[in-house]
């Protein structure tokens, strides 16, 4: 890569319907990216289709719903991408004893395979532009926190696949880098809330973790999602990008 960077082209970010994703495909698109941003539904897609996005539909659970999200990423940038920011994602609370493995499948399914499933297909295109690929990653995947052993394994396991996946695409000039989140306003806390609310308060094992987590979310501070976006623009475009970033960053 020359030493000036890489320039903004075709970019492609999961997560859009709200949050960290919105956020960054929106800054983008202000900026002059050509963007195409997976939503959940038609609702989600009319704001960023007004601010100039490209949208589609995408379901991370479902090859199905990959493969056809993929084939219209492809038709859309003619097989060339500059950007992949593998944003989307879910948590599951609960403690590791109580926890329902199929919901914590699923967790996987969309937080680490469909990522990488998604990022198989369209390997191609950003090798064809020596374009970039962000992995939005989470403060928790180094560091162990109860009622998340679902989401840290799964964020472990995202990291694991882009620190491989990094060293196999360098000498193709394709940069990879996972970014660690700290705590910002996202859409993904209410879903949280309401798995915290519903978990038994008074259980004998786990009722003070239980409360612990509860007065946490959501405390201060909460960053802005365009901190984020601000974030994941510079690691696109950096001529060396790290694999692992922070923001925001430490003091």
């Given at each position: 890569?020359?030493?000036?960077?890489?320039?903004?082209?075709?970019?492609?970010?999961?997560?859009?319907?709200?949050?960290?994703?919105?956020?960054?495909?929106?800054?983008?698109?202000?900026?002059?990216?050509?963007?195409l941003?997976?939503?959940?539904?038609?609702?989600d897609?009319?704001?960023?289709?007004?601010?100039?996005?490209?949208?589609?539909?995408?379901?991370l659970r479902?090859?199905?719903?990959?493969?056809a999200f993929?084939?219209?990423?492809?038709?859309?940038s003619?097989?060339?991408?500059?950007?992949?920011?593998?944003?989307?994602?879910?948590?599951?609370?609960g403690?590791?004893?109580?926890?329902?493995l199929?919901?914590?499948r699923?967790?996987f399914?969309v937080?680490?395979?469909g990522?990488v499933?998604?990022?198989?297909?369209l390997?191609?295109?950003?090798?064809?532009?020596?374009?970039a690929?962000?992995?939005?990653?989470s403060?928790?995947?180094?560091?162990?926190?109860?009622?998340?052993?679902?989401?840290v394994?799964?964020k472990?396991?995202?990291?694991?696949?882009?620190?491989v996946?990094?060293?196999e695409?360098?000498?193709?000039?394709?940069?990879?880098?996972?970014?660690?989140?700290?705590?910002?306003?996202?859409?993904?806390?209410g879903?949280i809330?309401?798995?915290l609310?519903a978990?038994?308060?008074?259980?004998?094992e786990y009722?003070?973790p239980?409360a612990?987590?509860?007065?946490?979310?959501?405390?201060?501070?909460?960053?802005?999602?365009?901190?984020?976006?601000?974030?994941i623009?510079?690691?696109?475009?950096?001529?060396a990008?790290?694999?692992?970033?922070?923001?925001?960053?430490?003091a």
């Open positions: 890569m020359s030493p000036e960077g890489r320039r903004p082209g075709a970019l492609v970010v999961t997560g859009g319907s709200s949050g960290i994703g919105r956020a960054t495909a929106l800054l983008a698109a202000a900026r002059g990216w050509p963007v941003a997976s939503v959940r539904n038609e609702a897609a009319a704001g960023l289709e007004a601010a100039g996005c490209a949208t589609a539909r995408l379901d479902s090859e199905a719903s990959i493969e993929a084939g219209a990423v492809l038709d859309w003619d097989g060339r991408l500059a950007g992949l920011v593998n944003n989307a994602g879910t948590a599951l609370p403690p590791v004893e109580r926890l329902d199929d919901a914590a699923e967790q399914e937080n680490v395979f990522a499933g998604l990022t198989q297909r390997l191609p295109a950003l090798r064809s532009s020596r374009g690929v962000v992995f939005v990653s403060d928790r995947a180094p560091v162990a926190v109860p009622l998340y052993g679902a989401y394994a799964a472990r396991a995202l990291e694991g696949f882009a620190e996946l990094a060293l695409v360098a000498d193709a000039g394709v940069g990879v880098s996972i970014l660690r989140l700290g705590s910002f306003e996202s859409a993904i806390r879903p809330r309401a798995r609310d978990l038994d308060g008074d259980d004998p009722a003070a239980i612990r987590a509860r007065a946490s979310l959501g405390s201060p501070p909460l960053h802005p999602p365009g901190l984020a976006a601000e974030a623009l510079r690691l696109l475009l950096a001529p990008p790290p694999l692992v970033a922070c923001c925001p960053e430490p």
